[in-house]
């Protein structure tokens, strides 16, 4: 080894990588232990039926070229994303603007008729009301836009188109169904508001509430937000 | 040449062997060797401390479900190196962004402390210099050097990771040394 390199390995000892995050513990309860072998039954037959499409949806999501076709339309509920070739035009937008009517929490609850989720340590608790939606920052670094409403009548009360370069992945979120949207931008409509780029979104439904995380987090940080709502 | 992270061969290959029978702390042990590995490799290949995370996870998710096709004999850690990296390189390609050193050498103690005899090598501007010039090397080149000398990774490790032959990681690693030692020099 040379001078050179002596130097590099010295640099290296000294560089501030970010904290390793806990990954094992964090972990754990991904990692099921595999069930002991049985009789094929109609019930294990059912399951691992629905793990192959399961399966095949994640393969389709993972490759570009079958986005497309399977992506066109998919809803969750009151949401509709939809793959496109080219986003529609759209604006670069504040998380913060156009949330609507600043609203106490009792505000809240007689105009909606829920009891809106946030985070334990979310105080004070300042909430924006603009139709059927609840719009609230939370505090968290950075700070994120959460946004909820009770499913209606109207399956397509949110629209998100999504280009090529963005990622769907299915998420399940305390058992319950969601995406995360990742990669590039993609595009949000929102009624009565003119569309608007959006960044790393989770999206998932609790009860009758569907609810959405917006801003620059990772998926593990948007996971671990959804989960503390109470 | 930094520390290798690991286990005697023959506890890893137990461990390896606990975790294909469906022992899951058998496995959560060997997350939890080589998280930190991992996390700055799928750091040094995206350049995002939270795309780095998300990358680490999803690929141990990953080696978790393919655990049944390692053998048991073979080392682990290029095998998981390969994983992480292969799942960073695609959130980033995804996301659309280059890849960058995104490092910066730690602040000089403050204290009366004496230095320690690596970090005695440099002074801080050198330092500077020196992560300034490979910041400004290629990618291919940027990546090598990172994985050989700042994560201390072999040869064998660094072409898993970066998904290249080892001959290759012999020709990248001089030509970056020799563009290094020009720049440095001028600098």
Not at chain 1, 74 to 91: K, M, Q, S
Not at chain 1, 101 to 109: G, Q, W
Not at chain 1, 162 to 182: I, K, T, Y
Not at chain 2, 59 to 88: C, Q, S, Y
């Amino acid at each position: 080894m040379n001078e050179l390199e002596r130097s590099l390995v010295s640099l290296g000892g000294e560089l501030a990588f970010p904290p390793t995050p806990d990954l094992a513990s964090r972990l754990g309860s991904r990692f099921p232990a595999p069930a002991p072998k049985r009789r094929w039954t109609t019930r294990r037959a059912l399951v691992v039926a629905l793990a192959v499409v399961a399966l095949a949806l994640a393969a389709a999501f993972a490759v570009p070229s079958a986005r497309t076709a399977i992506l066109r339309f998919f809803h969750l509920r009151g949401v509709t994303i939809e793959r496109v070739e080219t986003l529609p035009p759209a604006t670069e937008r504040s998380l913060t603007a156009d949330l609507g009517t600043p609203a106490s929490e009792a505000l809240v609850r007689r105009t909606v008729s829920f009891a809106p989720l946030v985070p334990p340590s979310a105080t004070p608790r300042q909430f924006y009301l603009r139709g059927d939606f609840v719009s609230t920052i939370v505090g968290t670094s950075p700070p994120v836009l959460l946004t909820q409403f009770r499913f209606g009548r109207d399956p397509g009360i949110m629209k998100k188109y999504m280009g090529p370069a963005s990622h769907v992945e299915p998420v399940l979120v305390d058992g319950e169904q969601g995406f995360w949207l990742s990669g590039a931008e993609h595009v949000v409509y929102i009624p009565s508001l003119p569309p608007r780029y959006a960044g790393n979104v989770l999206l998932w439904q609790r009860g009758d509430l569907t609810l959405r995380i917006e801003g620059r987090l990772s998926k593990s940080q948007a996971l671990r937000i959804a989960r503390s709502l109470r | 040449m930094a520390a290798v992270e690991g286990r005697p061969p023959s506890e890893e290959r137990e461990l390896v062997l606990r975790a294909q029978r469906g022992d899951a702390r058998a496995y959560e042990e060997i997350v939890r060797t080589y998280q930190t590995i991992a996390f700055r490799v799928a750091y040094l290949v995206s350049g995002d401390a939270s795309e780095a995370e998300d990358a680490a996870q999803e690929a141990f998710v990953k080696a978790w479900r393919a655990l049944g096709r390692f053998r048991p004999d073979a080392p682990v850690r290029p095998w998981l190196l390969r994983i992480v990296a292969n799942e960073a390189r695609n959130r980033r390609r995804a996301a659309g962004r280059r890849a960058q050193l995104a490092l910066r050498a730690e602040q000089e103690s403050s204290g009366d402390a004496a230095p320690s005899p690596e970090a005695a090598l440099l002074t801080g501007d050198e330092r500077r210099r020196l992560l300034d010039a490979v910041d400004g090397l290629p990618e291919q080149a940027r990546l090598v050097v990172a994985c050989r000398y700042f994560l201390g990774l072999s040869e064998e490790e660094t072409a898993a990771a970066l998904d290249i032959r080892r001959g290759t990681v012999k020709s990248r690693t001089a030509r970056a040394l020799e563009r290094l030692q020009e720049t440095y020099e001028r600098a």
